[in-house]
């Protein structure tokens, strides 16, 4: 073999520097720059002898044109399969494009699977080896839900010469690497494909276009640079592609430059290195002339021991480590000497790969009759990627020898795994196990039981809402609903026409409130929101009307049983943050402010919290319906718990008021239509205030630092744990404190902490809604992030795109933890084998975000087996379910 033409007789068993007798050992491996000009000038030689008819045939390098006329420009759209064949790894991708905007401005998104190829595979029959091609792709579109109905195009990446006269055709040469497979040589490799895939059979499949890897590299980095129109492997095998002038070519048929492959691809350099370690300790050069049967097997040592072998810092020890496992016991002058030996084999290699791209570069700049050239060169493979030195060498040796051309290299991001690793570290925290789920549900029940009791504090408020029934439809007449606390404002006119059940109209307007008056004082809060109402009402012509109106006012409150028309604000939560609210009777605070624009009336009847207008509003539809959640900016439930179960109201108003009190729940039970089977148990809604679990640390095993930065920076720290691992107010900041760290880890947006990503509060709900959308393709994920002022490569996108669903999917589980307890409490309140119930649902983060409602069913589907649980979007908001409170109150005073 190779190495061993290259061994010099002038060896001594001398004492001396154990790299010196390498040196003259492998003295003719050492190639100094007029040799690499002259291999280059050699190089350019045959190229051109390949290029044309006449001598092709003779040309060591065969030069095969590849049918690809441009590099991308921007324009290609759409969606293709590829199939990549050739490398170390076999893969199959998904390719989006997305139109209008296109590969330039960084439409393209692109999924892929390694399929491993069974060793027999590679020196069966071919059409075998196209069977296990096609059976990957076929498992590839089920595992990735693609329509299997639906014809895709699919561009081919096959690592082999062949010659193809068309971009859809190539009669394979011969094979190369490890591949032997038999019966293919003079074929076409597209034909063979199509073939596969019709056996196959169920996979509507158009082969397109079949490339070698080099071109593929070329594309995949035009994509980033338009400058790149040099595509080099340096892997497994060896080889570059380039864009020659069509004039130049003539026909192209003849032998590889195999014997340059094997001096410098990743398959040889193991190799080469242990022949020369061999011969050298055969001939008692090492390890006292000492042999093991594995340094005299082929294969035992690989290119991933000759990158660990140079590492910087560690090569020694590396060396050692390596050598010992091939039963060898080194000398640390061993141990230099066969690091010294890997130095000289790779470092051959890389002058060698840089010799054959300056061949190529002085040709396109001959070509274009240019003095200087900038050019790209786009890079892919695994000797390229993993070895230390290598880039370094090869790039500053190519440099050397056309000090008159601006070489870029560019390493293909088509191998998008760069940093994966590193990513999923980071984002490990997120992913809960089904363990930590159901303990999440333990501490909710917990936290639900604790606050129904009358001592002790509770993180879990558990407030009672003195809503005794959901509606029966008898509810009529027309109402005003107020509702704040969501992600707007909203005022309603509701009408429920008499004796037509789930019959009722429904008019609103939606409002904003900016933040400076969600955070100014309580005055100004109440006045703004005065104001809206006054408008509601002249848009409705109802200046006049005096209605009775239903408040939801979406934050915590106290309220009593004799007057459900107040509610004490126990804290604000979310954006909020006015003053002089905290502690008061909101309805007062909103009578005042009415009262001060002196300009119309309202008879305010009710104040409900969202959760509670979101399950009546959903009840009205559904009877089954006893449950309300919400899942939007704020996190939320409620629920109808039995009577009996909530102490703290006895407590509150004492055994006589009590007995009272259930009087007059039974008479609003009898009242309303009775529910079969338990209209005599009296129940009354509970909201939960859920958001406050984990207020006592009871959620700091789950708590990532990234939490902990969201939560220091919030509005009020410490409060509200599980609302901020949760609810779209807080996820997005988690999302952004994720990136943060990962862009000063120098993982994402090329290490540079812009100030967009600096702002709190850049990624809202929807955007992450957007950016997880199966239906967009990563470019589209580009532009939002383009739009919130972050330059993103593919590879970002990608992250930010697994970061987001790391948060969210986390939320909608812990979510569904807590939905699992509620129920589970139910069925056991109930003494039921089995539950069948509906939970009303509201927000923007359950009706907008792609996966989130989803995941969170099937959370607490898991964690709950003995319920059956539906969900009901709510339609029309809680503001329907306000007015419907107020309506039962206005017709009990009636
Ligand atoms: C991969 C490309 O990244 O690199 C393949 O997708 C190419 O097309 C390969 O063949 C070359 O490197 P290696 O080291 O896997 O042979
Ligand atoms: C609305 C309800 O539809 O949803 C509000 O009417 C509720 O009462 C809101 O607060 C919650 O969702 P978000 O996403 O606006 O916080
Ligand atoms: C917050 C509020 C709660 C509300 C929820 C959803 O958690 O404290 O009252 O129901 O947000 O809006």
């Known amino acids: 073999m190779l190495a061993v033409h290259l061994v010099s007789f002038f060896f001594s068993k001398l004492q001396e520097d154990p790299t010196k007798k390498v040196d003259r050992f492998l003295y003719a491996m050492r190639l100094h720059d007029d040799q690499l000009k002259d291999i280059s ?104 839900n693609i329509s299997l109905e639906k014809k895709h195009p699919l561009a081919f990446t096959f690592s082999f010469p062949c010659e193809q006269s068309a971009l859809d055709q190539g009669l394979l040469l011969g094979w190369g690497k490890n591949y032997r497979p038999r019966g293919l040589q003079g074929k076409d490799v597209v034909q063979t494909l199509r073939e596969a895939i019709d056996r196959t059979g169920g996979l509507d499949v158009e082969v397109l276009a079949m490339v070698n890897d080099t071109v593929a590299t070329m594309m995949t980095c035009g994509f980033d640079d338009e400058h790149c129109e040099v595509g080099l492997i340096i892997g497994t095998g060896t080889n570059a592609c380039y864009m020659e002038e069509l004039r130049h070519i003539d026909l192209v048929e003849g032998d590889e430059g195999r014997i340059f492959e094997k001096m410098i691809s990743g398959m040889y350099l193991g190799e080469l290195v242990r022949l020369v370690v061999l011969k050298m300790a055969k001939l008692g050069l090492l390890f006292d002339g000492r042999v093991s049967d594995a340094l005299r097997t082929k294969g035992k040592i690989t290119t991933a021991h000759v990158a660990a072998m140079e590492e910087y810092k560690n090569g020694l020890k590396n060396t050692k480590d390596i050598l ?65 030195q290598y880039p370094k060498r090869l790039h500053k040796v190519v440099r050397r020898l056309l000090p008159e051309c601006h070489v870029r290299f560019v ?179 909103l009578r005042e402010a009415i009262k001060r624009r002196n300009e119309f009336d309202l008879d305010i009847v009710a104040v409900v919290n969202d959760t509670v207008g979101t399950m009546m509003s959903c009840a009205y539809e559904d009877p089954q319906c006893e449950i309300g959640l919400i899942a939007g900016t704020g996190t939320n439930v409620c629920y109808m718990e039995e009577l009996k179960n909530i102490e703290k109201t006895d407590q509150k108003f004492g055994k006589t008021e009590k007995g009272e009190r259930e009087e007059d729940v039974q008479d609003e039970v009898t009242e309303g239509e009775k529910k079969e089977g338990d209209a005599e148990i009296p129940r009354m809604c509970i909201n939960t205030e859920w958001g406050g679990l984990g207020d006592d640390g009871s959620l700091d095993d789950i708590i990532t630092p990234y939490d902990l930065e969201v939560n220091q920076n919030s509005l009020n720290p410490g409060k509200q744990r599980f609302e901020k691992l949760t609810s779209g107010m807080y996820l997005g900041e988690v999302v952004r404190q994720v990136l943060l760290d990962l862009t000063r880890g120098g993982l994402l947006f090329r290490g540079h902490v812009t100030e967009t990503l600096k702002t709190p509060g850049i990624f809202q709900t929807k955007y992450l809604s957007q950016i997880e959308s199966d239906r967009l393709a990563l470019l589209q994920v580009r532009s939002i992030l383009q739009q919130l002022g972050l330059n993103s490569t593919c590879d970002d996108s990608i992250i930010v795109k697994e970061v987001c669903g790391a948060v969210s999917r986390r939320a909608a589980q812990l979510c569904g933890a807590g939905m699992a307890a509620v129920v589970e409490k139910i069925r056991e309140n109930r003494g039921l084998d089995h539950l069948n119930i509906t939970v009303g649902v509201d927000g923007a983060l359950y009706k907008l975000h792609p996966h989130f409602a989803g995941v969170l069913q099937e959370t607490a589907r898991i964690l709950a087996p003995r319920c059956s649980v539906t969900f009901l979007p709510s339609e029309e908001g809680s503001g329907k379910g306000a007015a419907l409170i107020t309506a039962v109150a206005r017709q009990k005073h009636d």
């Not at 190089?43 to 006329?69: C, D, I, W, Y």
């Not at 905007?101 to 059409?127: D, R, S």
């Not at 840089?354 to 790209?376: E, V, Y």
């Open 411 to 589: 390493l293909s991001d088509s191998g998008s795994s760069k940093g994966a690793a590193l990513v999923d570290e980071t984002l490990a925290p997120f992913r809960l196990s089904q363990d930590q789920l159901q303990l999440v549900k333990t501490r909710m029940r917990a936290g639900l039981e604790a606050g129904l009791k009358s001592k002790g504090p509770s993180t879990v408020k558990m407030l009672p809402s003195f809503v005794y029934r959901t509606p029966d439809g008898t509810e009529h007449g027309k109402y005003l609903a107020l509702d704040l606390g969501g992600t707007n404002f909203r005022a309603l006119l509701v009408n429920f026409k008499k004796g037509l059940q789930h019959n009722s109209r429904l008019y609103h307007k939606i409002y904003t409130i900016p933040q400076e008056i969600m955070q100014g004082t309580g005055e100004e809060l109440f006045d703004h929101i005065a104001q809206c109402v006054s408008d509601f009402l002249d848009y409705m012509g109802m200046k006049n009307a005096h209605l009775p109106a239903g408040f939801t006012f979406s934050f915590p409150c106290e309220q009593t049983a004799i007057d459900t028309a107040s509610g004490t604000l126990v804290s604000w939560t979310k954006g909020y943050k006015a003053t002089d609210c905290e502690g008061h009777d909101v309805v007062s605070l």
């Open 41 to 144: 000038a050699r190089f350019q030689a045959e190229m051109k002898k390949g290029l044309s008819s006449e001598s092709n045939a003779a040309a060591a390098v065969k030069m095969l044109p590849t049918h690809v006329r441009s590099t991308p420009d921007g324009t290609e759209k759409g969606q293709f399969l590829a199939l990549d064949l050739g490398g170390s790894k076999f893969k199959v991708l998904q390719v989006k494009v997305r139109e209008g905007i296109g590969i330039k401005k960084g439409g393209v998104e692109m999924e892929e699977k390694t399929y491993p190829i069974p060793k027999e595979l590679l020196i069966g029959k071919g059409t075998e080896l196209f069977g296990h091609v096609s059976e990957s792709l076929k498992d590839f579109l089920h595992k990735r």
């Open 324 to 388: 010992m496992e091939l039963d060898l016991n080194p000398s640390s002058d061993d141990c230099i000497a066969v690091q010294h030996v890997s130095t000289i084999v790779s470092f051959r290699s890389s002058n060698l790969a840089a010799a054959g791209l300056a061949a190529i570069l002085s040709r396109i700049k001959k070509n274009r009759n240019l003095r200087t050239l900038k050019i790209t060169v786009g890079v892919d493979g695994t000797v390229y990627k993993t070895h230390p």
